[in-house]
């Protein structure tokens, strides 16, 4: 086990201030808060893609490596075809029994169908899934999901929802950045509630939809915009 994950004192630039978590496993993490509020940079940081400006973070069970996967707003995907996508990132990765694995991942997305089609011609749901199954592929302790439904349409957004949901299931770690209320009642289990680069509250979702602790996550919740 890589996890819990503990950020001691980490903060950068003045986008994120000095803030301390531990994510652990178990029950989904959704990382809540408007735009601008930091939360890009904090799954960031947390994937190891920024530098702390200041504190450090800690995989209490060494270095995560492929154990620990990101999914961000807009899939890249590579010239090939989406099973090949897969099949690249899982060998990158020194996987034995790549193949096998990345077609077990395309199914589980329900992508078998695409699967020799290239990638860049896939709807932009079904890019998105594909880069949930090639996160998924070597199954990793924790998945960073930053707005992974973003930039789709309602239907696409439940598919990809679906897909997440057994993700968590299954027992990965799923952390998510979200603007979307609605999506962090459907798919969080616990809150974290970002504002202005500052940790505001962290509950259990129920508790934190009901009586959010802090003015500027009520006012969020209600619908107004607490960027001012
Ligand atoms: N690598 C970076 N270096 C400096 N500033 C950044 C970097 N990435 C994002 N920012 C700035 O940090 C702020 C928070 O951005 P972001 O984390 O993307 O917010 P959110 O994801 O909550 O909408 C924004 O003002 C953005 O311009
Ligand atoms: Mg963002």
Do not use: C
């Not at 990101?70 to 099949?87: G, H, T, W, Y």
């Not at 992508?111 to 949930?132: C, I, K, T, W």
């Not at 439904?149 to 993700?167: G, K, N, Y």
């Amino acid at each position: 086990m890589i996890l819990p994950l503990k950020l001691e004192g980490v903060s950068f630039l003045d986008i994120i201030r000095p803030l301390s978590l531990e994510i652990g496993a178990g029950p989904s993490t959704i990382i809540l808060g408007a735009n601008g509020a930091g939360k890009s940079v904090l799954m960031r940081l947390m994937h190891g893609l920024l530098a702390p400006t200041t504190g450090a973070l800690r995989w209490q069970g060494g270095e995560p490596g492929r154990r620990q996967a990101m999914v961000f707003q807009k899939p890249v995907m590579l010239r090939r075809s989406a099973l090949d996508n897969i099949r690249y990132a899982v060998r990158l990765a020194g996987a034995r029994d790549g193949d096998a694995l990345a077609a077990a991942a395309l199914d589980e997305v329900g992508l078998r169908h695409v699967a020799h089609r290239p990638a860049r011609v896939l709807s932009g749901g079904e890019q998105q899934r594909l880069a949930l199954a090639r996160a998924w592929a070597l199954h990793p302790e924790i998945l960073f999901l930053d707005e992974p439904t973003a930039s789709l349409d309602p239907s696409a957004t439940r598919e990809i929802e679906a897909v997440i949901r057994a993700f968590d299931t299954s027992g990965t770690k799923i952390v998510m950045a979200t603007h979307n209320l609605g999506q962090a009642r459907r798919l969080g289990d616990e809150v974290i509630y970002l504002h202005q680069g500052r940790v505001l509250e962290r509950a259990p979702a129920e508790e934190f939809f009901v009586r959010p602790a802090s003015a500027e996550a009520a006012a969020f919740i209600k619908g107004e915009l607490p960027w001012v």
